[in-house]
């Protein structure tokens, strides 16, 4: 596991529940962070036991002796931490633009710093675990995974939680268990659409988008959007489209609400690492256990609401986790993606991986992500038929700038970058872009240098 944040144990806990299926033995964790290493590992080894694990956690200082024989690597860093993050945010809203983790401006700061760290790993991959499979969390998912796609060899795929999401709300409206659903999504990361729900062989979409007032009602995630905008679409949006969909709103309610959610997660945490290192100096781990617990459930209940404008409890999912071969969160469709690799066994996924011909209008080595078909051989994106000229528009669009994003990122070119703000729909103005990424090259001095 690269990167030792404080969702690592849920990774862990999804790892714990399949570790018959996958035979698993040991998980090593590495972070440059040797003091965050250090209590993860603690920390992680203390819970993975109290949820049945029989496989060893341990802690490694080096990438190589950390990654050497591995067969699964799970990615999720942030060069930088949870400053950089807060930068990352809050420099655009100073301009009026968005400032969010993985969407605009935001995400193509975040994605500047990452992409160099991301294959200076994937050199370290290629050569002391070759036949690994990458899993790949690391933000921006999309992006990442494009630069590794273009700039090395390493076997990856990119997951995220949104649409499993998506699809678990959805099989509760309808009453039945996810597993019997099937779920038709296109699109790049933070940036899809379901446009079909099969169940037994019929599409349910056309029942869903008239019954979305219920769905809004039941899930948070549909209560970003009005009934009347969904089905004029005439499919599902992914809830990070609430961005560019009511971009306006998005940037009002995140300055009203007087901070962003950088701020709130570094603030969370930074209160947190203190609290682990001392109850695991005392030797206190049921201590640790229950301070980090309290923490992701704050995290949790706060998410997306600054964006809403409202200060909303985040409801309880419908308890159908059991029925999900992909399980809970982000970690279980890495499970998942794992399992399917491992065990011979053909799973439908939806994972950030190259389009292949699945999305019509987008190139082949375009990182998209999209309904596959996992096995022992990789990914396989399906076909998604003909898809709404307003949904190819933008699709195209933010994939210029996640391909410019990503050449710019490996160049160190100030100019490309210059050239990938202006090309995202949020920016679009060049003295705004320049401004903007002015900016960031100060606050990141430290991991930004462009010539």
């Known amino acids: 596991m690269l990167g030792a944040g404080v969702r690592a144990p849920f990774v862990l806990q999804g790892l714990a529940e399949r570790q018959h299926d996958l035979g698993l033995t040991e998980v090593v964790l590495h972070d440059t962070d040797g003091e965050r290493l250090e209590v993860m590992a603690a920390l992680g080894g203390f819970l993975s036991r109290s949820w049945g694990a029989t496989f060893t956690v341990r802690g490694e200082h080096d990438a190589r002796a950390a990654l050497g024989g591995a067969r699964f690597v799970f990615a999720a860093i942030r060069p930088g931490q949870e400053r950089a993050r807060t930068f990352d945010e809050e420099l655009p809203l100073k301009h009026g633009v968005l400032g969010q983790e993985t969407t605009g401006p935001g995400g193509f700061a975040m994605a500047m710093r990452t992409i160099p760290a991301m294959l200076e790993h994937a050199r370290t991959i290629e050569e002391v675990a070759p036949d690994a499979l990458v899993v790949n969390f690391t933000n921006p998912v999309g992006i990442v995974t494009q630069a590794l796609s273009d700039h090395s060899v390493v076997h990856a795929v990119g997951v995220c939680d949104g649409p499993v999401s998506m699809k678990r709300s959805v099989a509760a409206v309808l009453g039945v268990p996810g597993d019997q659903v099937h779920a038709d999504y296109f699109g790049l990361n933070h940036c899809g659409w379901i446009h079909r729900v099969l169940v037994d062989g019929r599409d349910r979409l056309p029942e869903l988008l008239e019954r979305y007032d219920e769905l809004r009602r039941l899930d948070h995630q549909w209560r970003l959007f009005d009934t009347e905008l969904v089905r004029s679409i005439g499919m599902l949006p992914m ?70 404008g409202e200060a909303l409890m985040v409801p309880t999912s419908p308890d159908m986790h059991d029925e999900l071969v992909e399980g809970e969160g982000y970690a279980g469709v890495a499970t998942a993606v794992m399992l399917a690799s491992s065990q011979r066994r053909k799973v439908p996924l939806i994972l950030n991986v190259p389009n292949r011909g699945a999305i019509h209008g987008l190139g082949d080595d375009d990182v998209v992500e999209v309904t596959c078909m996992m096995d022992e051989h990789g990914a396989h994106p399906l076909a998604q038929g003909e898809i709404p000229d307003s949904a190819r528009a933008l699709l195209a669009q933010v994939k210029l700038y996640e391909r410019l994003t990503v050449r710019a990122a490996v160049e160190g070119s100030y100019d490309t970058a210059l050239e990938a703000l202006l090309a995202h729909p949020m920016v679009g103005s060049y003295p705004l872009a320049r401004s903007i990424l002015d900016d960031y090259l100060a606050a990141h001095a430290t991991y930004l240098s462009l010539v």
């Open 239 to 308: 809830e990070y489209l609430y961005f560019y969909y009511y971009r306006e709103q998005a940037v009002e309610n995140i300055l009203r609400s007087g901070g962003t959610r950088a701020a709130q997660i570094a603030t969370i945490n930074d209160t947190l690492w203190p609290v682990l290192r001392a109850c695991i100096d005392a030797g206190d781990l049921t201590g640790a256990a229950d301070a980090w617990s309290d923490a992701m459930e704050m995290r949790d209940e706060t998410y997306f609401a600054r964006e809403r």
